[in-house]
């Protein structure tokens, strides 16, 4: 062989850094194809790690007779791929004959290390059918990394610390399927997602944290909706933690007792017309002539303008003191309910078979602010993607947009 050969294969050899008892064999570039082949060689049979167990030092047992081979980066513009011989040990852990463990590549993978962690960074930033178009690969085998790494990810969870959650649901596909969401409130991470939104959800969660490092007693604040099978399966599972009842769904609450209360006086009232976020938004964020405009709606004698009264009159609730909050509660509550408004009694119903949960924001100060704010970017992810083919699919992408994952 050549000299000038001779370090061509040194360069793949630094390039993949290849050492000992590994050694670059031959390689050939096509540029109608365009690939690039590299045929990496064995020259001697050290002891090995098992890579099924990861045991290291297990003796040489034999070698396939036929090279395996993993797509490994691009070389410029060309698809790359490496061909070794895979070696097998006689582990002792496992008491079989393994696989050896081969440095640039993980157990079962067809891909290189490099490759896989190419992959992770593109799924973080774009959908994974437009990455695997990108890097020409079919996108069910990009799904296969993105599933293991996420998985291995998950199985090094440490949940000992966690102490206060945010619990919220997000819609997986259209119809009446949805993702639980659990996350931890103090570092802003998503520890738990899994498919439905019923009491078995918090139950499937308390397996989880128990198999983390964690158990039940040590929860102890939640923050939720007014979900009943979500308090029921915290009651359940976490009988000692204590809820706050998110206060942006009770204003939600309030404010669609508002506007179904002006979508039923609309049809005697045409001056409502087209009036519907006046009642909505903060008086704030409204414009010059929808200030005026509200103001002389709200001067009149209408029942919308009457429910947006309770609405504003319950936004001064949050800035009660702790020591006043609850007569405050008690003494709203039974003006929505001398009101003579539908919508606003049925409201008041709700709110005062919650005033527990409510009442503990004053002291827990726990909102669903952030696990709201990480469910917008799960949809504008779902919606870049075009949806997910499987609710697993979109699990995995929750893990890695919320769940900081190595």
């Known amino acids: 062989m ?94 079989k004959v393994k696989y050896a463990k081969i440095p640039w590549t993980r157990y079962t993978s067809r891909f290189t290390l490099a490759f896989e962690h190419w992959v992770m960074q593109l799924v973080k930033e774009m959908p994974v059918l437009p990455a695997a178009r990108l890097i020409r690969e079919h996108d069910t085998r990009i799904w296969r990394i993105v599933h293991h790494y996420v998985d291995a990810a998950l199985q090094q969870q440490d949940l000992s610390s966690v102490r206060r959650i945010a619990v919220d649901e997000t819609s997986a596909t259209r119809g009446h399927h949805y993702v639980t969401v659990i996350m931890n409130s103090e570092t802003r991470q998503v520890i738990f997602a899994t498919e439905g939104k019923d009491h078995t959800t918090i139950e499937r969660f308390a397996d989880h944290l128990s198999s983390h490092h964690g158990s039940s007693e040590q929860i102890e604040e939640y923050s939720s909706d007014m979900s009943a099978p979500f308090q029921q399966g915290m009651k359940n599972a976490f009988p000692d933690a204590h809820q706050t009842i998110d206060k942006f769904h009770i204003m939600k609450l309030i404010g669609e007792a508002v506007d179904e209360t002006r979508r039923k006086e609309q049809p005697t009232a045409p001056e409502l017309k087209k009036s519907r976020y006046l009642w909505l938004k903060n008086e704030r964020n409204l414009t010059k002539k929808q200030q005026e405009q509200l103001a002389a ?22 800035t009660c003191s702790q020591r006043v909050a609850s007569v405050y509660l008690k003494i709203w509550c039974n003006w929505a309910v001398r009101s003579q408004l539908p919508d606003m009694i049925r409201t008041a119903q709700t709110i005062r078979q919650h005033t527990a949960g409510i009442l503990r924001w004053f002291e827990s100060k726990m909102t669903n602010g952030m696990i709201e704010a990480m469910n917008g970017l799960i949809q504008a992810a779902k919606r870049k993607a075009r949806g997910y083919r499987t609710t697993k699919n979109l699990i995995a992408i929750i893990y890695l947009i919320g769940g900081k994952l190595a």
């Open 297 to 318: 709606l709200s001067k009149s004698h209408l029942k919308t303008a009457k429910a947006y009264q309770l609405r504003m009159a319950f936004q001064d609730f949050w």
């Open 2 to 95: 050549d000299d000038h050969r001779l370090e061509e294969l040194e360069l793949f050899k630094t390039a993949l850094e290849i050492q000992y008892p590994w050694y670059i064999r031959e390689y050939a570039f096509s540029r109608e194809e365009g690939r690039l082949d590299i045929w990496i060689g064995l020259m001697d049979t050290p002891p090995m790690t098992c890579s099924y167990c990861q045991t290291d030092n297990q003796p040489y047992y034999d070698i396939d007779r036929q090279d395996q081979v993993w797509r490994h980066l691009d070389f410029f513009e060309f698809k790359t791929y490496l061909h070794a011989p895979h070696p097998r040990v006689q582990c002792a852990h496992c008491q």
